[in-house]
């Protein structure tokens, strides 16, 4: 578990640099050749005057085969060189991001490989070119009666009466449809033609530290996190910030665009009445008011109007009123293609917006220009006084603009700034997130990820789980690297730690049963007939746990915790026979009544002694079993045992499984008062018993057991073990 110095930290990040700047290279070369396949195949729709785009295909492969960062390079910049002869492609620029990302999207989930999920792929990127590219196209221009799509869109309204609306959408997603088809088709044959070494050599992921295999990947990606993750709050903050931006910066510009707008035009209605004023004899008004287009000069100063309004295509309404006070005298009124104007001598009734302008237009007096919305629409008018020789004020030359085509150029611009906002905002979360991914989460996600699957179970699981956190090179060149390397320093140190207490406790373990057989031996020892039983009983356990293990019997008490604590502890069953007189414990013949209450009390006694024990040393697993072990291994199933008379599962597993051994070895062992049974004759005193003085699935496996039993048993009768060997 070496660490990693200086000098290897710096030698490897000049490897890792060398790495990055060929892989940069190889970035600017996938871009250029799809942005010339873009352009090329624009070239080629436009000069075979095609309803298609092709435009498209050179970010499709490049998202095929590099990923989405290299297609959303391409497709911005693509979009940004089509602006030079295309104006109004400018507009679509977040289209082909977003072109870009879902191709991406599908190259993640193989979609590629197989021509079906290709279909998947192209109704997806159609679902963005021409379903948002048509709502655009619709905010932007209304109905088209140019473009790719303007004839179809036609035959459809024509042929289905469908709403302009839909018609226009149905043929800008059909026909974009088609496009990415062919696109898809292209780029499938493409990828499927190219070897699997060329499409990795292609492939720009961005990691900064060592790949993942595929499958470590996906689990890394699918990190749970307790409220967000950490991706969430970056695409989040993200969006948050620049989107705050961009409504202040929008709405402002807006605002701006549309006060300007509003201050052109006051300029243009008023140059127009202005030249209207100027054409009009201010000493012929009451005759033309009187005789209308037969006053001498009438027609001709008519004309002249007509040509100032068609001058001036903005300007709706051009007409000249005499303001009295029984309303407007019509001196000209111009027809329009919805509206003809009114005879001259009509009086035309004061609109209620005029209410605070009519002193002064009574009076003669120059006023600004004022936007109403009454009779006649919203309006944004000009006035101008015209003048007799005498500077008499005898009628007023005004000029309408319509505020209705002025807000919707208002709005063509702001969706045109949306659209422009929308471009440069999704390559920002398109990069920034593909950044976000490769420095921060997945770095992050890996170590989080290692940690967690981190092996402590043998020194071998802890040396491999090391060595991979190591093998994570991590080089982000920042905070995160220097994260990754405390991390690693850390793990190291910590398993080191680990190892060495591991080793001490495994001798204190291998003490600590060392001490329980030199106890257990110690009693033993007082009783001159019991021999190995000690050791018998234990291997007994081993025998009788395995099995009901293997058959599936109280699967969720025996655990590996719980076999190991009653096979070391079982030596102490009997350690209560410490207190036991050796005048009743050595007898040679039966004990009467009174000396097998005696000999009753070592189960109480090794209770008692075990228990001393646990209080000074309260987390000893084992010292609970030894307890139980010493105190309820003479209870009987049925209850008539003793010292508390308790019954079947009241009775602790680890004593029920004692009981077996322990008579079993009784049984075959000699004693000072009878001679051993055989083996056929004990197995069958278990077999009796089993129901009533035994558990009846402990004497079950017990009996299946059989030649393993005869094993211990031979082992111990004609050559003992020694203690090491348990």
Not at 113 to 139: C, D, M, N, P, R
Not at 333 to 349: A, K, Q, R, S
Request: glycine letters at 8%; a negative charge.
């Amino acid at each position: 578990m070496g660490k990693m110095d200086m000098g290897e930290r710096e030698k490897e990040g000049l490897k890792n640099a060398r790495t990055g700047r060929a892989k940069v290279l190889r970035l600017i070369g996938i871009c250029a050749i799809g942005v010339a396949i873009n352009l090329g195949g624009d070239a080629l729709a436009s000069g075979l005057n095609l309803v298609l785009y092709l435009d498209t295909i050179g970010t499709v492969l490049v998202a095929s085969l590099g990923g989405y960062l290299p297609a959303v390079l391409v497709g911005l910049v693509t979009n940004i060189l089509k602006n030079i002869y295309d104006p109004t492609s400018i507009y679509y620029g977040f289209l082909n991001v977003l072109i870009a990302v879902g191709a991406g999207f599908a190259a993640r989930r193989k979609w590629f490989e197989k021509w079906y999920k290709s279909l998947g792929t192209a109704v997806l990127l159609s679902l963005i070119g021409g379903g948002i590219g048509g709502l655009l196209t619709w905010f932007l221009y209304g109905f088209a009666t140019h473009g790719i799509s303007a004839e179809f869109a036609a035959a459809i309204g024509q042929v289905t009466n469908m709403s302009a609306f839909w018609a226009q959408l149905s043929a800008d997603y059909t026909v974009d449809l088609a496009d990415k088809l062919i696109t898809v088709a292209i780029v499938f044959a493409i990828y499927k033609a190219l070897p699997e070494k060329d499409i990795a050599l292609f492939r720009f992921d961005g990691w900064q530290q060592k790949p993942l295999d595929e499958e470590t990947e996906k689990k890394v990606r699918k990190t749970e996190s307790r409220v967000m993750s950490l991706k969430t709050k970056i695409l989040i903050l993200l969006i948050v910030a620049p989107l705050c931006v961009a409504i202040m910066s929008t709405t402002i510009s807006y605002i701006l665009y549309r006060d300007s707008s509003i201050e052109e035009n006051k300029k243009l209605a008023r140059g127009a009445a202005n030249l209207v004023a100027g054409v009009v004899d201010a000493d012929k008004v009451d005759e033309y008011l009187e005789k209308g287009e037969a006053a001498e000069g009438y027609i001709a100063t008519e004309k002249w109007l007509y040509s100032i309004r068609e001058a001036a295509p903005d300007v709706e309404y051009v007409y000249v009123y005499k303001i009295e006070n029984d309303g407007c005298h019509v001196v000209f009124d111009l027809d329009t293609d919805d509206l003809p104007g009114e005879e001259p001598g009509t009086v035309v009734p004061f609109d209620e917006s005029f209410g605070p302008y009519l002193s002064d237009l009574l009076a003669g007096k120059e006023i600004e220009p004022i936007i109403t919305n009454d009779t006649f629409g919203w309006l944004l008018t000009a006035y101008q006084p015209i003048y007799d020789e005498n500077g008499v004020c005898r009628c007023y030359a005004a000029a309408d603009v319509s505020m209705e085509k002025l807000i919707a150029d208002g709005h063509t611009f702001f969706v045109k700034l949306i659209s422009l906002f929308l471009g440069f905002f999704t390559v920002i979360i398109a990069v920034g997130m593909w950044m976000a991914e490769y420095n921060i989460v997945m770095p992050i996600n890996s170590m989080a990820f290692m940690a967690g699957a981190f092996a402590y179970n043998s020194d071998k699981a802890r040396i491999d789980n090391v060595k991979l956190i190591r093998e994570l090179d991590i080089h982000t060149g920042d905070e995160i690297e220097n994260l990754y390397h405390a991390f690693s320093q850390t793990t190291e140190e910590s398993m080191q730690f680990v190892a060495d207490i591991q080793e001490r406790t495994e001798t204190i373990s291998k003490m600590q049963n060392g001490l329980i057989m030199v106890l257990a031996d110690m009693v033993e020892s007082r009783d001159k007939c019991t021999g190995d039983h000690v050791r018998k009983t234990a291997a007994y356990t081993r025998i009788i746990m395995d099995a009901l293990k293997k058959k599936g019997y109280y699967k969720e008490q025996l655990t590996d915790k719980f076999i190991y604590d009653v096979y070391h502890s079982a030596p102490l069953h009997d350690v209560g026979k410490i207190q036991v007189p050796d005048a009743i414990l050595n007898k040679p013949g039966r004990l009467n009544e009174e000396e097998f209450e005696e000999m009753k009390r070592h189960t109480t006694a090794g209770s008692d002694i075990i228990r001393q024990a646990i209080e000074n040393v309260p987390e000893s697993g084992y010292l609970n079993e030894a307890k139980n072990l010493a105190e309820f291994h003479h209870e009987k199933w049925d209850g008539s045992g003793y010292p508390h008379g308790i019954a079947g599962e009241e009775i602790p597993l680890s004593a029920r499984i004692m009981a077996v051994a322990d008579v079993f070895d009784a049984l075959v062992s000699e004693r000072s008062y009878k001679k051993p049974f055989t083996f056929e004759e004990a197995m069958n005193i278990i077999k009796e018993g089993a129901g009533s003085h035994f558990d009846p699935k402990i004497a079950e496996v017990f009996l299946d057991s059989a030649d393993e039993v005869r094993t211990v048993a031979e082992k111990f009768g004609d050559n003992p073990v020694r203690k090491e060997e348990l």
